[in-house]
Structures are given as C-alpha cells and as structure tokens.
C-alpha cells in the first residue's frame, strides 16, 4: 500500500458519533502505513457561526420533535433539488481551498451534506444501464473536474437518507445488507457500494463484557451495573428520576451514569445522590469502552455509532426515547434485528432492564443475527479499499482500461 497516500477525512460536530468514525478511520490508515491522514470539520472551518448555530438548532430541535419533521420531509430529497444543491454546496468553496493546500488523494465523508459531493465527475458508467436516462444522481457533478479528487461516504447510521446521496461520490461504505439494496434501487452500481459496518475504534474491538470492577469504584465483579448514557451533549431528558426509579427498582445494581459535556446536569446529579455509593457519576469520558465493558446493561441514545460500539462490546441495550429522526430509524433497525430493547417510558424501561438483568433477554435463538451486523474489521476494509483505488488511479494503465 501506498505510505506516502494523503487521506482527507470530513466530519461535522452534529453529536459526538461522527468525530469518533473519523478517528477510528484514521487509526485504520495509519495501521496500514498512511501517516498523512487529517481530520476536519468541514462546516466549523467554513462557517463557524452558521455551524455553532445550527448544531443548537439540532439540539433544541430534536427533543422537540422539529428535526425529526425535517428529517422525513427531506428522507427522499434527490441531488438535484434546489435544496440539496444548496445543502450539498455549504463548505465548498473552504474545501476547494484545503484541496489545493493538502492535494489529498482521497476525501472521505463520515457526514452528508459536505462539499466534497462535487470534487469528481462522475460518468454514465456509474449507473446501471437501464437507469442512465433516468436517474440524475450523476448530473451536475463535476463543480471541481479539475481536481480530480476520488471521494468516498461512509454512512454512520442505520438509515439512508437522501442527504448521503451525492453526485461524485465514487464509493458507498454501509453498515448492512439492507442499505446496498436500496442504494442499488436508486441507481448506484453494486461495484460502487461495500457492506463494510460502521467502523469504531480498536478499544471497542479489543474489550469485550466481563463484568470487571474499574480502578477506584466500589463494589464486586459480576455485581449487576447499569450504565446509563445521556449522550456526548447529555441531552437524554429524565435521566435523575429515571435513575431514583432504577435504584428502588433494582436494590441489588450499581449506576454508571456518564453526563457527557453537559456540566449542569453533572452538577445536578452529584447534587441529588451525593454519598449515594451505588452511583457513580461522570462527565464526558475517553474509557467509555472500560465502562461499556465493566456493565450488565446500557441505556442510551440511538446513535449509530453508540449502538455499533455496544454491539463491539457485546452490552445488552435498552435504547430509551429515540428522538424522530435517524435515532428512531437506528433504534427500529437494532430492534427488528434482536440486536436492542427500547423504550419510550420510564416504567417500560424498567421492565426491559429487568429482562436484561434476570437473563430474559437476548435470546440465544437470535445471535446469529446479531453477529450478522458485527463488523469490528470495518475501519480496516474501508481503509483497504480506499489506499487499493489510490494505487489503481495512479497506474495510467489500468485506469484507461477500466
């Protein structure tokens, strides 16, 4: 493989999900020798205040309901609306500048919506020949033919939505089956879309349950231990009640509770169960894989890539209030496969936790299917598959033979 390839990697700060993606891609491509692999927040470089407004948007408006709205309006948006030519353009002009200072040899997305859509020309061979006249994901792209640049969109949820659909984009990475078979019904050839998974970081991959005690916590290895995760912005609501509820609940468990970044709500729990020793609170943490595989069973969001790393871990899941939106569609997706519980309630939360912790839940029947979505190679395949079309591009040969 080519050491001296430059990867580009673009990730917006929309939750924490898709910074943790890039980051085990870029571990991916240096384990294969690449030492040039950087990552960027596209939206935060172009327009920072348009991307600190909007990400609030996001937070106030998805526990309102307002994003999931938007979210389902727009699930079919084609390439060549108004919309998502404008959506698809935010960024681009900043990029065009970074393409021509890095000359990157490949820019990879882990977000929709980026600039990089419009990088390559991408031709009638890209589509099935009985789609060409039809489908339009092809037209319009070639904004920057001149750079040439190969871009390739790894999708980090358990949805497709129309925003991952790009012109230009020259390969899909999907988390499932599933995905490559509607890429396909819109006109994406298969030799342009790889089942790789949702790639997470070498600790998820490396640790699995085991019930262990962490370094400075009190209590006994295989004790029941709930972790209760409020997301990277801690923005599950309920959460104290809902842990007071566990507690009375369940008198034999102990509570992990991570706060993520919101400092208010750490301050508010350490307030409600100071001296409380079955419950440990935390702020945003690095050792979440520690605390994954130190528990009994998770509740949490429904981030694609939280879930993917739960799976990694092999921690039962009670997926709790998914918001509308890509949440709801991971969750839909990780219940139909057996792979997760969810919840809406507090006190139906509370059940499932109990099947969990009584050993009701997962049933043995269904591993199989659950292994089916486990991928823990998935950072190194798209690592592999990029660096392979790199060294295909630079052999004039094989390229006009293609």
């Known amino acids: 493989m080519n050491s001296d390839a430059k990867i580009l990697i673009l990730y917006a700060s929309y939750g924490d999900g898709h910074l943790q993606v890039s980051r085990a891609l870029q571990q991916a491509f240096r384990t294969q020798g690449v030492r040039s692999v950087e990552i960027v927040d596209l939206f935060s470089h172009a327009h920072p205040l348009f991307s600190f407004l909007t990400r ?38 900043r990029l065009r500048q970074m393409i021509r200072e890095r000359c990157p040899d490949a820019v990879v997305n882990t977000f929709p919506l980026q600039g990089s859509s419009r990088l390559e020309p991408e031709t009638e061979r890209d589509l099935e020949p009985e ?12 904004f920057l033919a001149d750079m040439h640049v190969p ?22 990475f999907v988390p499932a089956e599933e995905f490559k078979t509607q890429l396909i019904a819109k006109g994406i ?28 916590e009190n209590g006994k290895t295989g004790e029941p231990v709930i972790l209760l995760i409020a997301g990277a912005y801690g923005v599950l609501k309920g959460l104290r009640r809902l842990c007071t509820r566990l ?10 509770v991570v706060c993520g ?26 050792n979440i894989h520690e ?46 496969k057996a792979a997760a519980l969810s ?46 079309e790199i060294e295909r591009r630079s052999n004039p040969a094989e390229e006009g033979a293609r």
């Open 247 to 256: 507690l009375d609940n369940h008198p034999n468990v102990r509570i992990s």
């Open 189 to 216: 050839v298969p030799e342009r879309i790889h089942v790789s998974g949702i790639p997470v970081r070498a600790p998820f991959c490396h640790n699995r349950r085991d019930g262990s005690v962490l370094p400075g």
């Open 261 to 286: 970044r919101n400092e208010r709500l750490k301050r508010e729990f350490k307030r409600r169960f100071d001296g409380q020793e079955r419950v440990r609170i935390y702020g945003f943490v690095d």
């Open 151 to 172: 871009t390739f969109s790894v999708v980090t949820d358990y949805d497709l939505h129309g925003r991952w659909l790009h012109p230009g984009v020259h390969h899909y």
């Open 291 to 336: 605390l994954m595989a130190a528990s009994s069973c998770l509740i949490t969001k429904a981030g694609g890539v939280t879930l993917s790393e739960a799976l990694a871990i092999g921690v039962p899941v009670v997926i709790y209030r998914p918001h509308l939106g890509q949440e709801k569609e991971n969750a839909d997706f990780f219940v139909k």
């Open 56 to 93: 609030q948007l996001y937070l106030k408006s998805s526990s309102l309901g307002l994003y999931g709205l938007s979210y389902y309006l727009t699930q079919d948006m084609r390439p060549d609306t108004l919309l998502a030519k404008w959506l698809h353009s935010i960024g681009e002009r």
């Open 343 to 388: 919840a809406s309630r507090a006190d139906e939360l509370i059940r499932q936790v109990g099947r969990i912790l009584r050993a009701e839940w997962p049933p043995s029947c269904t591993e199989h299917t659950r292994q089916s979505l486990l991928k823990k190679d998935a950072g190194e395949t798209i690592a592999a598959h990029i660096l392979s």
């Open 131 to 142: 789609r060409q006249p039809e489908n339009r994901l092809a037209e319009g792209a070639g």
